[in-house]
Structures are given as structure tokens and as C-alpha cells.
């Protein structure tokens, strides 16, 4: 007998994502990270992080970067990188023409450095969740959201052709200033670089739907096919 979804979390679900459900996006801005302006710097494939990534400021291991990647990716080592639609990496953009890629790894020595994307700002009036798009190369383990310094509890709720969305109960940050902050861990012991592609941020006055059984078997088929993929180049 096949297992049904419940028809409650197939309406949440839809409320969750839809743009009715999105409020005001307060003080935070480039959520999408839609307003990036490429401004390339001699000595490689690298671009202002400011304008890069106008609000956000990036950390490696705690130290503020200046420069970003464009459209290639770190390897073997920490960094950042805005990816557009001429990037032709395994992932690729999420929505829109950007995408934000960060990863944890070496970086200089003796160093082992987390790299974090930040950003502070006003958590709008009514906000009940976090919504956000991302690829996680090695899964939640070595992934961490904070909002104020406290980590969010992360709830997959609906899977992409490469990327899942996910959601997170924000509803006691509403109408107050926080900083908002990605970090992609440095595992210990190591065990590889730990990429994140990340996209599409929306505050939403919807709470977090649980997702069905079978919804979630689905999403883990799909993220299982994404790390074999990456394995196998």
C-alpha cells in the first residue's frame, strides 16, 4: 500500500514557499545575493568581496577577507566565490544569475579555518521562519546557521534538481537586530574541504512545516545521488 503525504504538510509546504508568505525583508539586504557587481583585481580570478557581496562580509577562521573568487571555486583550501550562469562546475547557480559558494578548509599556516558569511540586520515584524536554498557537499554535519550567536535548528522541507530548501523556526527574533551568519565547519579530524552553494534567503511570516515520511526519504535519495556525483569527479 503506498504511503500517503498528508494533505496539512502538502499546504504548508506550498504557503511556506509561495510569495505570500514572505514579509517585509527588514534591514537585511542582497538576500538573493541578485546584486553583486563583478569587479575584477589583478593577480587571478578575484573580485572586491564588497562588491562582490554588498551587506555581507566573509570571516575565514575569523579574519575578514577582502577578496572573493569568481566563478571558479577554492581548491583544496578555505575561500569564497560568487558563481554567475557562465560557471560550469557540477552544481552551478541556484536561482537567479548568482550564487554564493563558501568553504571551509586549509588556509594559512598552521591554520584550519571555518569560513562564515555575515551579515546584521532588522528581523522583520512577523517573521515566523527562515527559508534558504543550499547545496551541502557533506551534508548538515559540517554546516551551521546562527541568528544572535544561537545556532537554528535546520529543517529540510523540499529537495532540487541541486540544491534543498530548508527552514528554520525564527519566530522569537522577530522585530529585533540580529546578525545572521553561514558557516561551513572545519570537520576535525579532517576530512576534505567542506563546500556550501547557498541561495535565494527569505524571511516568511509561514512557521516550519514537518516534512512526511516519504518526502523525506526523497530528499535523502537525492542528496545521496549529489555526493556520489562528487565522489566520482
Known sequence: MKAQTPAWWVGGLALLVSASGAVGQ??????????????????????DFSQAFPGWTGYLGGV??????????PMSTAGFS?????YSGPIGVIDGSFT??????????????????????LVPAGTE?????????SGQDYFQVTLGGQALSLVPVQAGSN????????????GQTAELAFT????????GEIPVYLDSMQFSDQGVPEPGVCNLSALGAVLLGWRVLRRRR
Open 100 to 121: 554564493a559558494f563558501l568553504q571551509s578548509g586549509a588556509g594559512n599556516v598552521g591554520q584550519e579555518p571555518d569560513a562564515t558569511l555575515a551579515q546584521t540586520g
Open 64 to 73: 575578514q577577507e577582502s577578496l572573493a573568487s569568481y566563478d571558479s571555486v
Open 82 to 86: 560568487i558563481l554567475d550562469r557562465s
Open 26 to 47: 527588514g534591514s537585511f539586504q542582497n538576500l538573493d545575493f541578485e546584486s553583486a557587481t563583478i569587479v575584477p583585481v589583478s593577480g587571478g580570478p578575484f573580485v
Open 129 to 137: 521562519s527562515l527559508l534558504f536554498k543550499a547545496y551541502l557537499g
Open 184 to 191: 561551513a565547519l572545519y570537520p576535525h579530524p579532517h576530512i
Open 163 to 174: 540544491y534543498t530548501l530548508y527552514a528554520a523556526d525564527i519566530h522569537g527574533w522577530a
